[in-house]
């Protein structure tokens, strides 16, 4: 990275969320090899199918896409801490000592945690896509150093629209409503009325995004935020060919072709180099700081 944008994260606290994800895992070996003078990155990372988080720490970390960062930085762990959480919980699942050091850390966060099931049931993909933004958004009020957040949605977000512009839409129904749903009616009930609520919107997760999309909108008013809408993205031979090995793209790969060999999607979409959505992810940080700062003089 050059020009302005590699300064701003210099001696910056990032805080990342959904760093094991396909787009997460791009974006922590961009920055710790192209920003080597971020001061730290923190993750947050849940326990999943019997496994701690420190497992999944060496699991994530072999992954061939670290294999250029780890040959031109081995001491590259050093800049990285993990708070154990999940972002499905109230207060993100995080302990208070976690919570303390975010506040007093982060200076930039980036929010990629999400369910991409288009099958998940409401339940779960509220309590992580809406939910799990809230209370992000209540951490981020309390974070002393905040400049600048990038919240990560989808370009199906609003795909009930024709034409999609680079603007909020008027959500299906408020957060508030949503979440309080889920919180108190029985799952079987949920599940019942679920087609109803979702209306013309074809599945749970581009649902639950226009609902925590709005809810950014009106949340973060008063934070350095910023959205950003990807569509499909998937590996190429040519993205990053000098950084991940053939096995490790054939399975970025077959995470792409998973997700869009679903009925769910009857939507027209523009496959995008996932090395192109990162660097999309990393580069408003900036103006979004540079804006808030006018905006509060
Ligand atoms: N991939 C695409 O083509 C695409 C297109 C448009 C938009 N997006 C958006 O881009 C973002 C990243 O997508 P992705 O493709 O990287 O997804 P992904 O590979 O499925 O990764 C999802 C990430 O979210 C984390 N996560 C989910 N639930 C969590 C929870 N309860 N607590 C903590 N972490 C949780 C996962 O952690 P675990 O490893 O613990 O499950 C994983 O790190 C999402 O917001 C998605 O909507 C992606």
Redesign the pocket.
Known sequence: MDSEIKPFYSNANIFL????????KVIIQKLLRTCDDISGLYL???E?KGKSTTERLGELFNDPVFNKLREENPEFLKKVHVVE????RLGFGLNQSSRTLLIDKINIVFH?????NMDAKMKDAVD?NVQ?LSELLDLCHEMRYLKSMVV????YSNCTQSIIEEKFYDPPVQATTLVKLANELEERVLDEITPGLMSEWPNTYCYT?AVAENMLREKAKDLPAGLFR?????TTHREYKDIIEEEGMKSFNK??DD?LNTDAWSLPYKIIKRKEHVDSILSPVHPIDEKWTDAIG
Do not use: M, N, Q, W
């Open positions: 969320t959904g760093g094991t994800g396909f787009f997460g947050i990372v849940r999943k959480g999940d972002c499905s990629c945690a999400a369910t991409l992580t799990g990560v949605s989808t370009a995004k990807p569509s499909v993205g998937r995470h792409c997700a």
